[in-house]
């Protein structure tokens, strides 16, 4: 039977790219939650992992290099009844992103955010990402990367992320579980999601996530945040699963909704004063 998130189109991808792959996962993730199209909206940025949405069959808005955060809070707090999900790739995300994605953790929107993972920048053909690995030669970095990369997960969990996971695509079943439970966490969730460019990055092939990574297994803790951090400074291999949940901790748009409702006074006005309010708006009369 069709999925019904599939929006049969060609795409720019090339063949064997990874983003295959991803695509399939998360569309069998919405499928099986049973999510209403009404209901659900995609945001992204700029790249070809960002192009994801397109190829869905979904409502998405697609914003500029690095900004898909702010209008996905932004449409969450407006309609906190729809499910927002955020797509993009490690460029965008943590490269032009990088402000928007520490001040996002730390405003906790109920907000879903995939990352496509391919330790490349495989829109513009080939440059070093934040998450590149040492030594990797592109054809910008001619002598090989000689910076540390980022660790997105231990950033994250330092920040106390309320939901911070890793999946791959050659683990699709286990990345499914990993989306789908990410969907329905309530806070701000990341899905780090290792995935092949076969074109830039010929050094993390498909042979290559499956050969250097593995399942975290059932004796991890992931409500223990110390443990989660240590989990996720391991490398060679790079452990898949769920690293942390935090379900306590308050979520963003819950704590705008009584100043919308009126229930508590403006922060403006609590900070100046209703006497000073009230006698400026009176001499504006």
Request: charged fraction near 25%.
């Amino acid at each position: 039977m069709d999925n019904i998130f599939d929006y049969k189109t060609d795409t720019a991808w090339c063949p064997g790219c990874g983003n295959f792959g991803l695509r399939k996962i998360v569309m069998s993730a919405l499928a099986e939650l049973e999510i209403k199209k009404e209901s659900l909206v995609f945001v992204s940025g700029i790249g070809q992992a960002a192009k994801a949405p397109q190829y869905l069959d979904v409502n998405y808005f697609n914003g500029l290099h690095g900004r898909s955060l702010p209008p996905a809070a932004g449409i969450k707090a407006a309609n906190p009844n729809l499910t927002v999900v955020v797509e993009s790739g490690d460029g965008d995300m943590y490269g032009e992103g990088g402000n928007h994605f520490i001040h996002a953790i730390r405003r906790n929107p109920d907000i879903t955010v995939i990352v496509h993972d391919n330790m490349v920048y495989g829109l513009t053909k080939g440059q070093a990402s934040p998450t590149t690995r040492k030594g990797m030669k592109t054809p910008i970095q001619v002598n090989g990367v000689f910076e540390e990369p980022i660790n997105p997960l231990a950033l994250a969990i330092s920040l106390d992320a309320s939901f911070v996971a890793r999946g791959s695509v050659g683990e699709m079943e286990k990345t499914k579980e990993i989306i789908k439970a990410a969907i329905k966490h309530r806070g701000f969730s990341l899905v780090d999601v290792f995935q092949a460019c076969v074109t830039f990055n010929k050094l993390n092939t498909h042979k290559w996530f499956k050969e250097n990574t593995y399942v975290i297994d059932e004796s991890h803790n992931p409500r223990d945040r110390q443990a989660a951090f240590s989990k996720a400074l391991e490398s060679s291999p790079w452990p898949l699963g769920v690293f942390y949940i935090n379900e306590n901790k308050p979520v963003f748009e819950e704590e705008l909704a009584p100043y919308a409702s009126g229930d508590r006074k403006p922060l403006y006005m609590r900070a100046r004063g209703e006497g000073l309010i009230k006698e400026l708006l009176s001499a504006k009369k």
